[in-house]
């Protein structure tokens, strides 16, 4: 690995929201949604971003195009022209520079394309505003990236309620890709589609990846999807990451007990297969008041008396694999098993 | 083989024999239930599986008669039998709010819902709203209510019964209301539970432990269930049989190892094959052209023909499939020309 593959490096990246109230909206606390997290993307590769509602995808995610203000911590991307600079301390202008590279598709296609712009307006809005096209050169550029992503160029002066959820979700992609972005975070761009509207979408961002040699941050909550699109997965807890591996490594040798229950929760598309859960004791905490010391202690059990006590650092344990665990190397965990492997084959007419 | 409108002879619970709902909207009508059939086998957890729109929650409605005023029951047959051997009526001879209706819903079947909000009164406590329930169906003995409300609280996993049954729900997490829910429904001990996705909206952990409870407690009380959900990994985890729905209609129902290791109908193939299988498929999925076609048209012949790989031309398009036997002993039936 030369560091000329690195796209994208962060660290101790950290957004903390205000908890306001009363009458004169006093901060009585803070929500610490991304509480210090590293992690990198090397260009053309798919980073899977998996853990419970809460736990900080998404805020981790819009952090990074700086969509939220971070409080803290370096977003090192590395730029085409402007070559490695840090996203967190970059003024406008610069970040206006910058921004086409870094783009983002959202997980609700029926709220996050507005509703009264024709869809010619929402995929070609962002060549205006970058001043890439305008009259005729703008029509093409936008019917161009409509046929990329399998919508008929003729539908272009339609609304945004006039296409099916997945439809929009295909919007949403031409406009994400409209200028030639680098990395596309994508948050839970599946989650509201149906099974067969999912395949769809899914196949069509492998085939964008393996085009143009994009990286994405995936966000998602579907194991199975995750596994499936991910050349190496993070699992984040409560504003943290406890583990990232190569996906493989992570699914079928997972180290961090958190990253164990998960897996074995994953409910496994095969009746021969069935397992009973690992009982996780309470509740994810509240990224407000967090448990001391390794955040998931009051849950693990494996713990013992220092995980109440120092909060794990995130380590290399070899081979890119890294795990926020005390006992990392001395834990033997149960990752996933491979399903049967079923022959599936549409039927043929007997006559 | 021949053709047969429902199959077995089995005890079962609930027998839906043709159904057809249909809503006027200012927009059209929409077909939602084009003559469903399929049966529920006591003491069983039957699934309905189905992408979104293809009628698994109005079908759930129509046994507990709960379907919105705008939605007309048009023809068929909900059959009930509360016990083996027992009376057998049909649902749909009961007026919606007659007295027979109300003491089956609720007593008999009882229902669960995705939104568990949406089912559960904000203002009353959790313990209030199980012991309505209890009283208006059992008993009307005030201390007896609040012990079986407790009781119930605690089968279903609550960690300290008796502080939760005093919290109202905005108190309590998604996955404590979801199993708020469930006592509820089972506080009666029904006959049948319907469930309509309850885990849905759940994270893995929490969607795993309930699915478990679930399991638990129907093997306990011998509960039936209707296991309505859309996700084909939690259809493999928990339930006995399955019913897979296309537009309004059963296109296939089998056992759950049959519908996993032997489907028929193709878009029972398609959909296994769209999902992504752990440790399995890398690269391309295989997905199904286009998409459920829009509520208001109406499609000739099969209702999949649009997006069927293995359409036949002149058959498929013109003429409906009846539901064809392809195992007569597992009770595995299936609507395509393929099999006729
Ligand atoms: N604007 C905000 N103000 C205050 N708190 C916020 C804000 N946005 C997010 N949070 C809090 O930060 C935490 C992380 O939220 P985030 O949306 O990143 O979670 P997520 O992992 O994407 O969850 P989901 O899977 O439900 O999408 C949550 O506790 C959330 O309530
Ligand atoms: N109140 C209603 N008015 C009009 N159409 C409805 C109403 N409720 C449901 N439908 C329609 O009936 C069909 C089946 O709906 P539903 O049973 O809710 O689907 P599912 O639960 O499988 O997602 C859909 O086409 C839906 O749009
Ligand atoms: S550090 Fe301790 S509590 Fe945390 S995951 Fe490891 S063993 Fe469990
Ligand atoms: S009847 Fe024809 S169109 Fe319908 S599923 Fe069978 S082969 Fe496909
Ligand atoms: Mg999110
Ligand atoms: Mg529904």
């Known amino acids: ?351 | 083989m021949t053709n047969q409108s429902t199959t077995t002879t089995t005890d079962d619970v609930v027998r839906v024999e043709d159904l057809k709902v249909n809503f006027y909207t200012q927009l059209g009508v929409v077909r939602a239930l084009n003559g469903v059939s399929f049966n529920i086998p006591r003491g069983k957890v039957l699934g309905i599986v189905g992408e979104s729109g293809c009628g698994k929650s109005i079908t759930g409605m129509s046994i507990m008669q709960l379907v919105a005023s705008a939605g007309k029951t048009e023809g068929g047959k909900i059959l009930f039998n509360e016990s083996a051997g027992g009376n057998q009526v049909n649902i749909l001879d009961y007026e919606r709010n007659s007295p027979e209706m109300r003491k089956i819903r609720g007593n008999n079947i009882s229902m669960i819902f995705q939104e568990p909000m949406s089912s559960l009164n904000p203002c009353y406590t959790i313990s209030d709203q199980i012991e309505e329930a209890i009283r208006l169906h059992q008993t009307n003995d005030n201390v007896e209510s609040r012990k079986r409300a407790i009781d119930v609280l605690t089968k279903v996993g609550m960690p300290n019964p008796d502080r939760i049954a005093d919290s109202f729900p905005h108190e309590l997490s998604g996955g404590m209301r979801q199993r708020a829910m469930i006592a509820m429904a089972l506080s009666c001990t029904p006959t049948l539970l319907i469930a309509d996705e309850p885990t849905t909206a759940l994270d893995v952990t929490t969607e795993a432990s309930i699915l478990d409870l679930m399991r638990e407690l129907q093997s306990e009380i011998g509960t039936s269930i209707m296991f309505i959900t859309h996700n084909m990994g939690v259809v493999a985890q928990m339930c006995d049989e399955v019913a897979v729905m296309y537009l309004g209609r059963v296109v296939e129902r089998a056992t759950v190892d049959d519908i996993f290791y032997e489907p028929r109908h193709p878009y029972t193939i398609a959909l296994l094959q769209s999902i992504p299988r752990l440790g399995r498929t890398k690269g391309r999925l295989a997905s199904i052209e286009g998409s459920v076609p829009d509520p208001y048209s109406r499609v000739s012949g099969c209702p999949f023909h649009p997006r069927c790989p293995v359409a036949i031309k002149g058959v498929c398009d013109t003429i409906l499939p009846e539901e064809t036997i392809v195992d007569a002993a597992k009770g595995h039936t299936v609507r395509c020309h393929l099999y006729s």
Do not use: W
């Not at chain 1, 593959?5 to 101790?12: K, S």
């Not at chain 1, 990074?64 to 406008?92: C, M, Q, S, W, Y």
């Not at chain 1, 680098?182 to 589609?193: Q, R, T, W, Y």
């Not at chain 1, 899914?202 to 994405?216: D, H, I, M, R």
């Open chain 1, 1 to 351: 690995m030369t560091t000329d593959d690195m796209l994208l490096e962060v660290r101790g990246l950290k957004k903390h929201f205000p908890i306001r109230s009363g009458f004169l909206r006093r901060v009585t606390g803070t929500v610490k949604a991304v509480d210090g997290i590293d992690f990198h993307i090397k260009k053309g590769e798919t980073l899977g971003l998996v853990g419970e509602s809460g736990c900080g995808k998404s805020t981790a995610g819009r952090a990074l195009l700086r969509l939220h203000e971070p409080t803290a911590g370096e977003i090192i991307f590395n730029d085409p022209t402007l070559g490695k600079v840090d996203v967190a301390k970059l003024d406008r202008t610069t970040m206006l520079k910058l921004r086409p590279n870094m783009q983002i598709i959202f997980q609700d296609p029926f709220t996050s394309l507005n509703p009264r712009l024709t869809v010619g307006q929402i995929v070609g809005e962002p060549l205006e505003i970058q001043h890439r096209a305008s009259g005729s050169e703008l029509i093409d550029r936008v019917a161009e990236l409509l046929n990329e992503v399998g919508i008929r160029p003729e539908n272009m002066s339609r609304y945004p309620h006039a296409f099916s959820g997945g439809q929009r979700q295909r919007i949403g992609i031409a406009r994400a890709l409209a200028l030639n972005p680098k990395l596309i975070v994508c948050d839970e761009p599946v989650s509201a589609l149906d099974v067969s509207i999912q395949a769809q979408v899914l196949n069509l961002l492998g085939e964008l990846q393996a085009k143009y040699g994009l990286a994405y941050l995936f966000v998602g909550h579907d194991l199975s999807v995750i596994e499936h699109i991910s050349d190496r997965v993070a699992v984040m807890y409560v504003g943290y990451i406890v583990e990232m591996a190569k996906t493989d490594k992570l699914y079928f040798t997972p180290k961090h007990p958190y990253t164990e229950a998960l897996l074995n929760a994953i409910p496994k598309a095969d009746p021969r297969m069935r397992t009973r859960p690992i009982r996780l004791q309470g509740e994810v905490p509240s990224p407000a008041n967090p448990p001391s010391g390794c955040y998931f202690h009051p849950r693990c059990r494996y713990a013992k008396d220092i995980c109440k006590q120092e909060r794990p650092p995130l380590q290399d344990i070899g081979d890119e694999h890294f795990v926020a665990c005390h006992f990392a190397k001395e834990l033997s965990l149960v990752g996933v098993q491979p399903l049967n492997d079923i022959k599936l084959e549409m039927p043929v007419k007997k006559s």
